[in-house]
C-alpha cells in the first residue's frame, strides 16, 4: 500500500508568481530526517491510550518517542506506559514526561516502535549499528506487535548487504569470540571488527549500556539461511546477542520520495 507523502511538518512550498513565463513549481524535496519523521508519525497513529509501549533507539525512533508525548501533553493519548530501549531513549522519555517502566512490570508489550538499520523482502531486520540491539531485542520479542519505520535507504537485497551486523559480546577475550565469529562465515567472506567509539580500529572501545562489547561482522557475500546463521552465532560462548532480527516486524513502513509505503507480515 502506497500512501503520497503529505507537505512536511510546518513546511510551506515556495509561491510561484502567477503568469504566461510563471516556472512550474518545484517538486518538494524531502531531507532523509523528514522521510523519517514522516513514517514516524504514521506509526504513532496506531498508538492508542491505555497501551504499554516499546519506546525505540535511534534517530527515527526519536522522532516516534517526541511525538507520543506530544499527543500526551495534547490529551490525545493517556494511560501510556514506556518501556525505554536504552538509556538515551530513558532519559529522552523522562525529559518528556512519559511514563516508563520495563518488562518485570510488564512482561506483555502493545506495541513497540523503532527504526532498523536494513530491512530484506521478508521483514526481516539488522539493528544494533546504534549498540542498543540486547535491549530492543529483549522488548521487541516481546510485543503483540512491532512496528518497524525506516526510509528508503535501508531497504536492502538480503541482509548484511549494507554494511555490519552487529554482535553483542562478553569482554572477556573478545578477540577468541572475534576470530571465531568471522571463521563461523568464511565462506561469506566475513570481516569481524570490535567497534570502537571513534568509528576507526583504535582508541576508546564502544561499551553497550550492558557492560558488553561490540564485534561488527561485515559480509561479502549472502550469509544463506538466516535461522541457520542465527542459530550457529548462538551457540558460540561468548556472544551475548545478534542484530538479525528475524520474524519479529509485523508490520513495516518505509518513507521515500513517492510517499509512503506499508507493508504488514
Known amino acids: 500500500m502506497a500512501i503520497p507523502c503529505p507537505a512536511f511538518f510546518g513546511s510551506e512550498m515556495p509561491s510561484i508568481e502567477s503568469g504566461p513565463l510563471s516556472p512550474p513549481p518545484s517538486p518538494l524535496i524531502l531531507t532523509q530526517d523528514e522521510l523519517k519523521k514522516i ?7 496506531s498508538v492508542q491510550s491505555g497501551m504499554v509501549l516499546g519506546l525505540g533507539t535511534g534517530s527515527t525512533a526519536k522522532h516516534a518517542v517526541d511525538r507520543i508525548a506530544e499527543l500526551l501533553h ?5 494511560n501510556i506506559t514506556g518501556i525505554p530501549t536504552s538509556k538515551k531513549t530513558h532519559q529522552q522519555a523522562v525529559s518528556l514526561g512519559i511514563p516508563l517502566s520495563d518488562l518485570d512490570s510488564h512482561p506483555v508489550v502493545d506495541l513497540a516502535i523503532d527504526g532498523a538499520d536494513e530491512v530484506d523482502s521478508n521483514l526481516n531486520l539488522v539493528k544494533g549499528r546504534g549498540g542498543s540491539l540486547l535491549r530492543e531485542k529483549m522488548i521487541e520479542s516481546a510485543c503483540k506487535k512491532f512496528i518497524v519505520i525506516v526510509d528508503e535507504s535501508k531497504l536492502v537485497a538480503h541482509v548484511g548487504a549494507s554494511g555490519a551486523m552487529p554482535v553483542e559480546v562478553v569482554p ?31 582508541g576508546e572501545i564502544f561499551v553497550t549500556d550492558n557492560g558488553n562489547y561490540i564485534v561488527d561482522l561485515f559480509f561479502k557475500k549472502d550469509v544463506g539461511d538466516l535461522k541457520t546463521a542465527s542459530d550457529a552465532i548462538l551457540r558460540l560462548a561468548g556472544v551475548v546477542e545478534h542484530g538479525m532480527f528475524l520474524d519479529m516486524a509485523t508490520t513495516v513502513i518505509v518513507a521515500g520520495e513517492l510517499g509512503i509505503s506499508i507493508k504488514n507480515k
Do not use: H, I, M, P
Open 74 to 78: 495534547q490529551g490525545k493519548l493517556k
Open 172 to 202: 572477556f577475550c573478545w578477540k577468541f569470540t572475534q576470530n571465531r565469529l568471522q571463521s563461523l562465515f568464511d565462506y561469506a567472506g566475513c570481516v569481524a571488527k570490535l567497534r570502537f567509539n571513534n568509528g576507526g580500529e583504535d
Open 39 to 45: 513514517a514516524a508519525y504514521k506509526a504513532v497513529e
